[in-house]
């Protein structure tokens, strides 16, 4: 009797987990995506797209390996192209993924584990299956030899387990992050075959065996680097490949800085440009071709979260780590005048580290966000709780007299005076180097300086090529930067990698300003464990207040538009996604084509 009736139990039991076991094709941060299961393409491409054309672009400075999971070398432009993950983003949701590599997902309710299927049909470009092995292999050497982006990044995964030829569980240490999975699912798949022969911790400039839908065709070191689609790429007809890589063959040409690239995209070298500087928007796109139209000129609207621009202050510098010293520098720079001046008032000012998105803080902290900022280890300040952060503003004159008055208040109480017009502290001035890797940042950074100067602060401006300043920026070796860290739709486990004190020391972290604070570690990590889209966005907003109120960055500004010019061989589709400007969608309109050309023979070709 009591074998039987420990059967009935363990059968129940049985049943009881088998109900709990999730099987989909999709992964979504709210459990409800926005495709089903049968789609058959994303709502912003289309289907019918030309796959014939094939298109120049530009990049500055120079690349010298095909590795770019390591910190050492520099990748060129587009690699990612080679390496398809497990899934696939759409770029009209916030944070969901659909089948890719993986053709399939099973995890429990608590989102402890994952399996993924591997689609039977995926292969390499040597025509080599794609495997569980493979992914295995993939996750295992970023973790002990790519960058230390990966290590940080995963660092919830407790095991990778192989249960057969196509499925791969991944075991995690806590159920409590619940886009754990999202962030697996993103993980670029390798060819162990291919690997597991090389050194994987070395650059190289051996063209690899890659997963994705465009292999390597033709390069020359520093100068130019040819993709070509991969004809018997497995996943094309894949729904969320229905629509994307549309160009048959995509050239890179370098350049030395940005003013040369311009000027040769006029002449006719490359098709497609986006334009990040506001001076040149407004100056520099001139001449016949734009003005009837051979070149077109758009801005084009999305609703990207915009992340954080700024001078970012190193505070492993000794001058940097009294707040007061941050604060009073904030009231050097003068946006208002430098967007009325150098942007032609086409920007906004940067108010948050989540900025143009719904995780952004405002006013004062109420409800839910200050629930969360008072029930921290170490509380927040009185400061903090009855006021909104205010960064300082002019009236874009040029005078900021009353500004740099405050600035030099605020340099007393941390202990500083000016002697012979120089301000001092201990026998030692004030002096910084701001590091730049494009000479257009300089007439951002000259009238800083001046305001500066006016309080006795000396700054040396230091412009390096972009290698340099890649490798100078991985050792933290800068005392202030103009740096920048985007944000997704669902902000998670980056987060530790921002702002988390592990990686305030850990060369190649986007830790600039070496925060190291045990309340930002605390958020992050509720950031991380939040159960749903509303408790994320009032976590996420607590983090922003903390970071904002360490004054660790001096605001820049924000677009919510992309800037594009292009040579009118293109096509679009009628809708643009949310979240990107889906350049892949695009396609070239031959018949276009054909008569720009005949119009205009110099173009390359």
Known sequence: M?????????????????????????????????YKKDFKYFDYVNPNASKEGKINLASIGSFDSFNPFIIKGIAPSGIDMLHDTLLHASEDEPFSRYPLIASSIEYPEDRSWVIFEIDNRARFSDGEPIGAEDVKFSFDVLISKGSPTYKRYYADVKSVEVLSKNRVKFSFKGSENRELMLIISELPILPKHYWEKRDFGRGTLEIPVSSGAYTISDFKPNRTITYKRDDNYWGKNLPVNIGRNNFKEITYDYY????????????????????????????????????????????????????????????????????????????????????????????????????????KSSGIPKGRELEILKSLKNPISKEIEENPISYPTTDGSGNIRENLKKAVMLLREAGYSIKDKKMAKDGKTLSFEILISSPAMERVVLPFKKNLELIGVDTNIRVVD????????????????????????????????????????????????????????????????????????????????????????????????FRVAYWDKFQRPKNTPKYSLGFDTWWVDEEKEKKLYENYPKLKR
């Open 466 to 561: 972009p290698s340099q300043y890649i490798n100078r920026v991985r050792d933290f070796d800068f005392d202030m930067i103009v740096g920048l860290v985007g944000q997704s739709m669902s902000p998670g486990n980056e987060q530790r990698f921002y702002w988390g004190s592990e990686a305030a020391h850990m060369k190649g972290s986007r830790n600039f300003a070496g925060i190291e604070r045990s309340e930002i570690d605390e958020l992050i990590d509720l950031v991380i464990s939040a159960p749903n889209r509303d408790e994320l966005i009032y976590r996420v907003r607590a983090l922003d207040r903390v970071l904002l109120w360490g004054y660790y960055v001096i605001p820049h500004w924000y677009s919510d538009e």
């Open 256 to 359: 030395r800085d940005d003013l040369v690239s311009l000027e040769a995209f006029k002449a006719g070298e490359y098709d497609f440009r986006e334009e990040y500087t506001a001076k040149s928007w407004a100056n520099l796109y001139t001449g016949k071709e734009i003005e009837n139209g051979i070149i077109k000129k758009e801005s084009i609207k999305h609703e990207i979260p915009r992340g954080f621009q700024g001078f970012f202050f190193n505070t492993r510098r000794d001058i940097f780590k009294d707040i007061r010293v941050r604060k009073a520098i904030n009231y050097a720079f003068d946006f208002e005048w430098s967007n009325k001046n150098l942007f032609f008032n086409q920007y906004k000012r940067t108010e948050s580290f989540f900025e143009n998105s719904e995780f």
């Open 2 to 34: 009591f074998k039987k009736i420990l059967l009935i139990i363990l059968l129940i039991l049985s049943i009881m987990d088998a109900k709990e076991i999730i099987k989909t094709t999709s992964l979504s941060i709210d459990d409800n995506p926005k």
